[in-house]
């Protein structure tokens, strides 16, 4: 009965059960071991424990001095075949953990030895995983610390339970922690909206829409903000469920920097580009018109022979000459300004004497009737240090200007004198300039009226003086009122005597083109000239001095009159106020297409040629024109 309940035990434990004899001969196994190791009772019967490979040395000297041992073995049967049992197991490798004890009788003797041993390839192989798993992580947490430090990045995760921000050192561990209203605070008031949107998607409808954002973000010391790029995507708990969101944060103002410059460095080489563009369309304009007239006058003057018209004719081509010589300077000193050398030699000049000298020669420019010009010279002497050429290029350029923007009234000029400062003025009753032109005044090619004569360079020519000179430039200007120009300037003064104020001239001369004046020997044909160009116009005027011609100075003129009048022939100047030539010359086609119209202009650009062609001119003349060609293009 014994026996029955022993082998029953045996023939049912979870573990391979071997018997030995004294000697280490095995006497019996459970079926659990057979089957472990793969053999039969019989096939196993008598071989010994210490012929066993699996067992170390050590162990089989302990077993022989009745010590128990346990150990774990990898388990090779191949071992097994060769040198103990057979075994139907062949390249098979197990994990066994092995016991051996040794009981004794009650004297101490031993009795034989019984080993058990248990399977554990399974734990060991998933021991084996984990071990491997472990690995991998440290090793990618390493290379991901590594990135983070190499790409200058920060990992946040944001907790949608506790509403807190977690941030990760390089060793991925936490250290800082930040509520959702202190993260909010320091994010730009215009960014907010979308993060608190995303966090929200997150929280209740458990998705990202994106996974990348910029944030600005104030940086606590220098209380500017950043500008950071966000990489985001949900994170999930345990249990599979969305928890957070894991943000990797990169610092990328530098880079915004870079780019904010490049498209200021963009804008301003378009802006560069335009620039030159006006600048090569308003020389080609500037130039040429004046060249027209002398050119022109120069070709007449050999034909005349009246005195009065010759003396008319060398005054209109030294004018002229004067606007070309000033394009040129001004020209000149804006190349000098570009390249930042505005030379200044300071001297001493009375500037009583130079003002006196500059109001005579201002005078003999002014060929309006209607304008005055004043002199207000207070001091008989006042001695200033100043560059003499500074001085009178900026007074004769508001000198200009204002004969230039005043048809009536009076244009003052003089200057006043503190001991360290001098300031002088040109004072005009003319068209004034408009408040929200005001701005552009000083800048470069800016010319507020196109069909005034300039380059819009004066001005700018003039600021940049100022200031190499370390004085001040200014206007007081109202529309339709007048203005006022002034420039001050920073220097010793010695000034004395106060005169009586010198009333200004007035009725200074003036060169008046009535053009009906030469009006004879009309021939059949009838020409309309459409020109605003004083100068211009008498050109063209004298040169077809046979024919008969009437004048428009706007393009909407030029329209009327061929509307109303009958004309044979219409010269139509582009560049005219109220209406241009082109869409006069539009409208004229509008109600008369058969009219010869030929475009005489100082724009010779090839697009220019299109435009007037485009618009209905038969053809196309540039400035400046010759007799013959004029002639030519009539017959
Ligand atoms: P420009 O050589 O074409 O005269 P400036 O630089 O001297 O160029 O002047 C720039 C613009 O300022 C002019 O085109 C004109 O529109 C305006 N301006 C200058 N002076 C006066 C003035 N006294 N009255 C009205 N407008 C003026």
Known sequence: MQNKLLSLITEHLPLGLIMYDKDGGVEYANNIALGMFGVTLNEIKGANIFDDPNISDEDKVKLKKGLSVSFETDYDFNLCRENVVKTTKINDKRYLSTKVSVPCDENGVSQGFLLTCEDITENKLREREIANSYKKIRATQRELSLALNVGNLTSWNYDIKSKMFYRFDDKLEICESLTLQSVLDRIHKDDRDGFIALLYDATYKKELINNETVLRILERKSKQYRYYNFVYSLKDDNNGEVSGVMFIQRDITEDVKYQQNLILAKNKAEEADKLKSTFLATMSHEIRTPLNAIVGFSQLLSEITDVEEKNEYRQLIETNSEILLKLIGDILDLSKIEAGSVDINRQELDLAQLCQELYQSFKQRIQNPDVTLRFINPYSKCIANLDKHRFIQIFTNFVTNAIKYT?????????????????????????????????????????????????????????????????????????????????????????????????????????????????????????????????????????????????????????????????????????????????????????????????????????????????????????????????????
Not at 450 to 457: E, I, N
Not at 539 to 555: C, D, F, P, Q, S
Request: hydrophobic share 40%; glycine share 6%; with cysteine.
């Open 407 to 635: 048809p009536k009234g009076y244009i003052e000029m003089g200057y006043e004198c503190k001991p360290n400062q001098i300031r002088f003025y040109v004072k005009d009753t003319g068209i004034g300039i408009a408040n929200e032109k005001k701005s552009l005044i000083f800048s470069r090619f800016e010319k507020l009226d196109d069909f005034a004569q300039g380059s819009g360079l004066g001005l700018s020519i003039c600021k940049a003086i100022a200031d190499a000179t370390g004085g001040k430039i200014g206007f007081h200007s109202e529309a339709n009122q007048g203005s006022e120009f002034w420039y001050v300037g920073y220097t010793n003064v010695d000034f004395v005597e106060k005169l009586e104020i010198s009333e200004a001239d007035n009725n200074l001369e003036s060169v008046g083109f009535d053009e009906n004046a030469s009006c004879k020997n009309k021939k059949e044909l009838e020409i309309l000239v459409a020109e605003d160009n004083d100068s211009n116009f008498l050109l063209i005027k004298n040169i077809l001095k046979e024919y008969h011609l009437t004048r428009a100075v706007t393009g909407l003129e030029a329209v009327e009159k061929v509307k109303t009048q009958h004309f044979d022939f219409v010269f139509m100047d582009i560049k005219m106020p109220i209406m241009n030539g082109l869409d006069a010359t539009s409208n004229i086609r509008k109600f008369n297409s058969t009219i010869p119209i030929v475009a005489l202009t100082a724009n010779a650009f090839n697009e220019d040629k299109e435009a007037a062609l485009a618009a209905g001119c038969n053809y196309f003349m540039t400035k400046p024109v010759t007799k013959r060609e004029l002639i030519a293009v009539l017959s």
